[in-house]
């Protein structure tokens, strides 16, 4: 049975890159269908700003929030369980989306997507740790990353195909015989594993986890939405998250059966790991929110069109992900990954230089950039993380990983968006003085809003603050440009300092190279510790 399952952990992979492409590929749909959600019906649904960024949140606020406690539950009572039980919830939430006759509906259902996703995330990257035999890991890691890359190039130009021939409901629907087909492969190849010695449940520890994680990243994502980080309710949640985490780790510290082992992070490589998964993702969806009004606002890209764009990132990926252990294996993660994030920091700080009429080539080879980078970040890191536990945590170390990721990315929309709006408002007050003074204050709100009021105005007298809109945002882009480079800097710096270098392999003793040549390889299958095999 154990060498039953190593000759098709290939095949698992698949399985799990299917698992994780929904998911990641959902998120990436929905980023090019705000527009049309936000219309009338019955074109779309008539969600306003507010319930369009909720419609968003609502599946990161759970999803957070949820991560760790879903890695704990898959080593407790089985990966594979767990697995199947996220991604049946998330094709029940996607249906259910997809008929959402208002926008509370569409919120409440993406939640339950995000609680669905939550259990599917770190689910994929444990089994994948329990299926490959140590030497073999970060291949299958980069694999595992490269599917990301193909989620987020598909997500933006399914979407856009759906969007042109068919309802706003079919971005969601189409998640549903994608789920179906993932089910029947899942219970066909996919083995169960757990932490055989699981010891007793920690209740404090995973009440405290989920309470802090929520509190937190719903204050990051109210700070965004205010682009106010001042405010009462913003410093109390944030506030709140930080303290009820800090608990969290006093109280791990200190339990004889703790749900998450902090020791690991006494660890520099551990913790330059997690560290540096937080920063690049801060820096990258940042770029990423501005550049799709960039595209779509500015230049005047269709949302099919601003999808293609993005390919070159995730051909990117895609190509140098699944390579990357190799340039780990000739040069060492600290130089590999400290040279990615600064071409993650070149690719950001090059938004800086762009204007309305910066050539598509250029975008091209910039988001090209940014995907090699990228590709040879993620990879090194999570195998830095996850290499770090024992095979039997490997649903914490999954957990972990995707936990600092999603934080970082909310935090990196929240507050990039924050200095955008902030920067965009200074900017376009000065050419609101034709719009009626009722209107004045939305017109100032975001590049759409001014948008729209400069088309009531009509062709020609909108003309003018159209002109002044695109200056406006292109101006704000450039500082938080250089903003999210800077991040990616802090990155380097920290990758640079504590991640491992290259470390020499002894050569092989003859007698030992000798015996090992000589053995029959189904024998050297057959001789595998059954634990190295199920992690159980």
């Known amino acids: 049975m154990p060498e039953a399952i190593h000759r098709r952990r290939w095949w698992i992979l698949t399985v799990l890159m299917f698992s994780l492409l929904i998911v990641v590929l959902d998120n990436s749909i929905l980023n090019v269908a705000v527009k049309t959600i936000a219309s009338p019906a019955p074109t779309g649904i008539g969600a306003t700003q507010s319930e369009l960024e909720w419609a968003i949140n609502s599946y990161t606020l759970v999803f957070a929030g949820l991560l760790f406690t879903a890695g704990l539950l898959g080593d407790r ?3 594979k369980k767990v697995l199947l039980f996220g991604i049946l919830v998330f094709g029940i939430g996607s249906a259910l989306a997809a008929l959402s006759s208002s926008p509370g509906e569409l919120i409440t259902w993406r939640a339950l997507m995000g609680f669905g996703a939550a259990f599917v995330m ?72 757990r932490d055989p010695k699981p010891g007793k449940v920690d209740p404090v520890g995973v009440a405290l986890s989920i309470v802090g994680l929520v509190l937190l990243v719903y204050g990051i994502i109210r700070g965004g939405e205010l682009a106010d980080f001042t405010d009462t309710t913003v410093l109390l949640s944030i506030a709140g998250g930080v303290l009820v985490l800090a608990g969290f780790v006093w109280h791990e510290k200190r339990s004889s059966h703790p749900a998450m082992d902090v020791t690991y992070f006494r660890k520099p490589a551990f913790s330059a790991a997690v560290a540096a998964i937080a920063l690049v993702f801060f820096a990258l969806m940042g770029v990423t929110f501005f550049s799709a009004f960039y595209l779509q606002s500015v230049r005047g890209y269709s949302a099919l069109q601003s999808g293609l764009l993005i390919v070159p990132l995730a051909a990117a990926q895609m190509i140098f992900a699944p390579r990357a252990r190799l340039v780990v294996d000739r040069f060492g993660a600290r130089a590999v990954c400290t040279v990615g994030m600064l071409l993650v920091a070149a690719g950001l700080a ?19 950039v940014q995907g090699t980078g990228m590709a040879h970040i993620m990879p090194p890191v999570t195998v830095a ?5 024992p095979r039997e ?28 709006s902030t920067v965009y ?64 800097l802090i990155g380097a710096a920290v990758v640079a300092r504590y991640l491992p270098g ?34 159980s």
């Open 425 to 488: 408002r200074g900017d376009i007050e000065g050419h609101l003085g034709a719009v009626p003074a009722g209107a004045r204050a939305v017109a100032g709100e975001s590049i759409e809003a001014t948008l729209g009021v400069a088309e009531r105005l009509g062709p020609v007298a909108g003309k003018p603050l159209v002109t002044a809109a695109h200056d406006a945002f292109i101006g704000a882009m450039h500082v938080t440009a250089l903003g999210s480079a800077a991040v990616a």
């Open 122 to 193: 770190p689910a994929t990257l444990a089994v994948l740790m329990n299926v490959f035999e140590r030497d073999e890991q970060p291949k299958a890691i980069g694999i595992w990353a490269g599917s990301v890359g193909l989620g987020i190039a598909i997500g933006p130009i399914t979407g856009g195909l759906l969007l042109e021939h068919f309802w706003w409901g079919s971005i969601f629907l189409v998640n549903v015989p994608v789920v179906v087909i993932a089910l029947v492969a899942m219970a066909v190849l996919v083995p169960d594993s």
């Open 385 to 389: 993380v996850m290499q770090a536990l």
């Open 77 to 79: 009572i089985g990966r």
């Open 393 to 420: 945590k490997a649903g914490s170390g999954s957990a972990i990983n995707n936990t600092f990721r999603q934080v970082g990315g909310a935090l990196g929309i929240a507050v990039l968006g924050s200095v955008l």
């Open 350 to 368: 090059s938004f800086a230089l762009f204007d309305a009429g910066t050539p598509v080539w250029v975008l091209c080879l910039v988001f090209f």
């Open 502 to 535: 290259r470390t020499p392999t002894a050569p092989a003793a003859p007698e030992e190279s000798a015996q090992d040549s000589s053995q029959d390889p189904s024998q050297d299958a057959a001789s595998r510790p059954a634990k190295e095999l199920t992690g």
